[in-house]
């Protein structure tokens, strides 16, 4: 089993930045793949970045490219989002999420067996 916690939500204005973290317990050493995902009210669930426990390969859903980056800190257990530029429309929960899958279907919420319970990310106008 593998717990994860997220924090570092909170409500920013247009332009501004935060970072997320998720801290992750328990067997992590199973995991491979450490994602964000994030869903907003009324909408599915949407990949938003994901980083391989082992080497430096990550990989970014399309409407955060260049705006978000994801990093880790193996000795932590720790996944950082680093958010900036943020826009109304990247209000939404945001979730962590870990699996063993490392592949092309990175984007699938699927192959992550195991969720953290969200942190709310709000960014006002």
């Known amino acids: 089993q593998v717990q994860l916690v997220e924090s570092g939500g909170g409500l920013v204005q247009a332009g501004g930045s935060l970072r997320l973290s998720c801290v992750a317990s328990?067997?992590?050493?199973?995991?491979?793949?450490m994602g964000w995902f994030r869903q907003a009210p009324g909408k599915k669930r949407e990949f938003v970045a994901v980083?391989?426990?082992?080497?430096?390969?990550?990989y970014y859903g399309d409407s955060v490219k260049g705006r978000f980056t994801i990093s880790r800190d193996n000795a932590k257990n720790t996944v950082y989002l680093q958010m900036n530029s943020l826009r109304p429309e990247d209000t939404a929960v945001y979730y962590c999420a870990a699996g063993v899958y490392w592949g092309a279907r990175y984007y699938d919420e699927s192959l992550y067996a195991y969720w953290g319970p969200g942190t709310q990310v709000t960014v006002s106008s």
């Open positions: 980083i391989r426990w082992s080497g430096a390969n990550t």
């Open positions: 328990g067997r992590t050493f199973s995991s491979s793949s």
